[in-house]
């Protein structure tokens, strides 16, 4: 997992001294339900979820540097939400971010790191970014990152009670990126 590096952010891997940091935006009902999990409980919790982040190496803790915090997480994640391109070679992003630092472009400065990472480094054919169908700064993320509305799916969330959603699927391809 290598360190990416943008103007105002480090995406580097997660540390367990993270847990403070974690908490502080898990534990709102403004972000895990938009992500498909239930907020913390407390921040021993968070250090668990750290631990699974560390194991899987696929999400990154989006530091802020001018305040040295982690303020939230991004992942390129091995998933496939499309069976008619499971030949091609892709990943899925997916995002969170402390709702104190929503709206200053932190998330598309992030996204657009991990897109050209995929693509540059890793050789991707094609990134996914999904969303639920009410999770409209998820929506303008992929807009401004230059995702393309692909299809929905219905779907139940195990953590959230088997709560029916449905997600919005957009993608980006190495040739829409490259042109």
């Not at 940091?21 to 407390?42: C, F, I, M, R, T």
């Not at 990152?145 to 029916?164: A, H, M, S, V």
Request: charged content about 30%; aromatic content about 12%; some cysteine.
């Amino acid at each position: 997992m290598k360190i990416l590096v943008t103007d105002r952010l480090i995406l580097r891997k997660w540390k367990e001294s993270d847990s403070k940091d974690l908490y502080e935006y898990a534990q709102s009902e403004l972000v895990g339900p938009n992500a498909g999990w239930p907020p913390h409980k407390n921040e021993e919790e968070s250090k668990k979820i750290i631990k699974m982040f560390m194991e899987d190496n696929e999400t990154y803790a989006i530091v802020l540097k001018s305040e040295n915090k982690v303020i939230g997480g991004i992942g390129l994640h091995n998933t496939k939400p499309d069976d008619k391109s499971i030949h091609l070679k892709q990943r899925e992003i997916g995002y969170v971010l402390n709702p104190k630092y929503w709206g200053k472009g932190i998330v598309p400065e992030a996204v657009n790191s991990l897109i050209d990472y995929g693509f540059n480094e890793l050789k991707l054919d094609i990134i996914w970014c999904g969303h639920f169908s009410f999770n409209y700064n998820s929506k303008r993320v992929n807009e401004k990152c230059g995702f393309t509305y692909r299809f929905q799916k219905d779907e139940k969330l195990k953590l959230l009670d088997n709560k029916e959603v449905t997600t919005l699927y957009y993608s980006i391809l190495k040739s829409e990126y490259f042109n």
